[in-house]
């Protein structure tokens, strides 16, 4: 099948444009204006991308089988050849499988005293009547949870110097040029030395903690516990590597996501009173409604883990009038299908009602992805959100700083409040504590 791509610029020095900090929402807007709701980006490294944000084509993209279409390969530098992001078919299936029993409903509840405690500190350290920035604070509480989640209590020293391996890990992942250096990269190229180095480190501290496990013949509820008696898609018991890499995705997804989206919150919130009045009533009662909207709508806008969700085609696959041939990426536009003003009015605004009489459509809207790759913590996450914000929304009164509302910075592939959700604290009510 020969390839019939929509219609995009000719040169990759659109990839300068595109991968850059600053101009990606522009040039986001910009593309769909000039060539409409499909369009191709040619980039650096030989990469190229289609772009589609209609409800149809999306739904194609997001339900294609995951032998046809698989998670963006390129990130597997970062994350590693095993993790469910970037495995398709029955690999895939079985990743999935295996992870799936540690993010529900219960389990989520089940780390309720731990989110108490990491709230209790982090907002123990907000000062009183002096801008501060919340994204760190919520950023503490999430991670703090996965790792609770991950290695229990054991070997605390441990655990503590591979989480500041992690930290150097993906701080690289998330520098400006770092995530240039990664995403402009040829196939099966070698990353940058700088990066192998950071990356060695970490790896070498959850080696550590893999063996002392074994070793331990740990059998507790962990997810580390869970992936030492877990089985791939042959039957065989994982190898350390596997192991590797489903906690290295877990910890990126697990946490940093769930924390930007608490912070857009807290700042779109403080720029609409009436919202923020709204949403701290709801919070001295039992209702989450409202909060609900709340959420939803920042999802809506703000794109927390990225504005795109990408796939790579692996097999021949017909979308609409486009053929396009593996080695292609297909993208599900969520910066545009989520601003449509054919499903959305006034789609540039922030309106949390919008959702009180409508719940999301899996074609139209799609932070968590969809179909059979979407976002396997997606009720953990929305059980942390839920329960962060009310407390946070019943313990703290919130005012805006003196400077205009926050613009979107990109740090790696996601989109974070420019000034790390900057508010200003007024006062605390810890009586307020449920």
């Given amino acids: 099948m020969e390839a019939k791509l929509p219609p995009g610029p000719r040169h990759a020095r659109i990839a300068l444009t595109y991968l850059t900090q600053r101009h990606t929402e522009w040039t986001l807007r910009a593309a769909q204006k000039r060539y ?4 191709t980006f040619r980039l650096v490294g ?13 739904r194609a993209v997001l339900t294609a089988d995951t032998a046809v279409l ?53 907002f123990d350290k907000l000062p009183i009547g002096e801008p501060v920035e919340m994204l760190p604070h919520f950023e503490e509480i999430t991670l703090g949870v996965v790792m609770k989640a991950m290695f229990g209590e054991r070997d605390p020293a441990g655990v503590a110097k591979l989480l500041d391996e992690f930290h150097g890990f993906i701080k690289f992942r998330e520098n400006p040029i770092g995530s240039v250096l990664i995403s402009t990269a040829k196939p099966d190229s ?45 039957g065989e018991p994982l190898t350390d590597a596997a192991i590797r890499d489903h906690i290295t995705t877990l910890l990126i997804q697990g946490h940093s996501s769930t924390a930007v989206t608490m912070g857009w919150v807290i700042e779109l919130l403080v720029r609409h009173p009436e919202s923020l009045a709204r949403a701290r009533a709801e919070a ?12 939803y709508e920042t999802l809506r806008l ?4 990225a504005p795109l969700v990408l796939r790579e085609v692996v097999q021949p696959f017909a979308l609409g009038e486009y053929q396009l041939t593996p080695g292609l990426l297909v993208a599900a536009n969520a910066y545009a299908l989520h601003r449509r003003e054919d499903t959305y009015s006034q789609p540039y605004e922030f309106r949390p009602e919008r959702w009180l009489e409508h719940k999301p459509d899996p074609a139209r809207w799609i932070p968590f992805g969809g179909s059979e790759r979407h976002c396997i913590g997606r009720t953990f996450a929305t059980y ?6 009310r407390r946070a929304l019943r313990e703290l009164d919130f005012a805006t700083t ?32 449920a």
Wanted: proline share 5%; with cysteine.
């Fill in 36 to 39: 409409g709701d499909a369009f």
């Fill in 402 to 433: 003196d400077q205009p509302p926050e613009r979107n910075r990109r740090r790696g592939i996601a989109w974070v409040p420019g000034d790390g959700a900057r508010v200003v604290i007024q006062g605390r009510n810890r009586s307020a504590v």
């Fill in 46 to 58: 030989g990469k190229t991308i289609v772009f589609v944000c209609d409800p149809e084509r999306v």
């Fill in 302 to 305: 703000c794109h927390p883990s």
């Fill in 70 to 122: 698989t998670g963006d390969r390129n990130v597997a530098v970062v994350v590693g050849e095993n993790s469910i992001l970037v495995t398709s078919g029955a690999a895939h299936k079985a990743g999935r499988e295996l992870l799936l029993p540690n993010f529900t409903q219960e389990r989520a509840e089940g780390q309720r005293e731990v989110l108490d405690r990491l709230c209790d500190e982090e």
């Fill in 190 to 234: 070698k990353p940058p030395r700088m990066f192998t180095r950071v990356r060695d480190a970490y790896d070498a501290e959850v080696y550590k903690q893999i063996e002392a496990a074994r070793g331990d013949d740990l059998d507790d509820d962990t997810i580390l516990s869970a992936l030492l008696h877990g089985h791939d898609e042959a």
């Fill in 384 to 389: 942390e959100l839920r329960h962060v914000l």
């Fill in 284 to 295: 001295q009662t039992d209702g989450g409604e409202y909060l609900d909207a709340v959420i």
